[in-house]
């Protein structure tokens, strides 16, 4: 397992914090009137603070909106417990939770097997796909994310250094849906992780430490991390003036950039290709077990 070490180059002010995703929220429309939002919840701090500050949001400024939770439980060994964690944390903010297995849809552990890809890029195919199906078939208007500044300043350079220049128009605080695709929402995009632990600690909202007991959801950003870690000793908020940078950019520049997607051959969810990842990895899987695919 990977630990990261978490550097403080400033101490944590909460007010200042909320007040900027407060500010966030307003500024580019997040949570409009009538809203259905659901939270994909982890169990893990990100999440849980984009839940609790939300529902916040909308109780302190009366907005007829509602805030609901999503989890979707991995089929891991350690994925009872941390459902547990989310169930505790709904409980606590009073808002409703719907919990999805992805073993209904997808064997995880047997599919990366199976495909001979790594289980976290597996995982995260089989997420990216339930976080559009699941709350939109529940009538949600919008989805929202725990991804926080440096988690989306990690994809922006991980994306920089593998060409995949596209993908970077989708750091923004709102990717817009369009047919079946919900629309995404990124209340803590400048926001930074020891922001979201604290304000859990402040407020001593359950938390589970692993999503998995892989334990590797931040692994693959180890260098991204300790780079802007390095550069917050000389300037402590450079990270978030680069993704503000960022941000402004897109929005200027990124309109209409991004690729339409269409409707999987097989299961009609939203694809850039012929048929969705989640499909091919079940095929693979069926082959492999030489079954048919449910
Ligand atoms: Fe999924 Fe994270 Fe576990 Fe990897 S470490 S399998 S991405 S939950
Ligand atoms: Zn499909």
Known sequence: ????????????????YKRRVFFTIKKYRLVEMGDVIYVAVSGGKDSCAALALLKEYVDTFKIDAEIRAFHINLGF?????VEEVVKALA???????????????????????????????????????LM?????????TKVATGHHAHDLLAYYFKNLASRNFQWNFK???KVEGHDILLTKIRPLIFARPEENEEFCRALELPVSP????????????????????????????FD???IGGIVAFNLKYGKDKLDQLRRCRVCGEPTSGEICAVCKLRMKLSTRLNTTPP
């Open 240 to 242: 978030l003036r680069l």
């Open 1 to 16: 397992m990977v630990q990261i070490k978490v550097v403080r180059p400033q101490p944590v002010d909460l007010e200042t």
């Open 132 to 140: 559009n199906k699941v709350p939109r078939e529940l009538g949600a």
């Open 77 to 81: 060994k350690t994925s009872p417990k």
């Open 171 to 173: 750091i923004v605080p």
């Open 91 to 129: 409980e606590r903010l009073g808002v409703s939770l719907h919990v999805v297995n992805a073993k209904e849809y997808l064997d995880i552990e047997a599919a990366a097997k199976a495909s001979g890809r790594p289980i976290c890029s597996v995982c995260g195919a089989v997420k990216r796909y």
């Open 210 to 237: 692993l999503c998995c007991e892989y334990g590797l959801c931040n692994a693959t950003h180890i260098e991204v991390y300790e780079m802007i870690w390095a550069t917050r000793r000389r300037d402590p908020d």
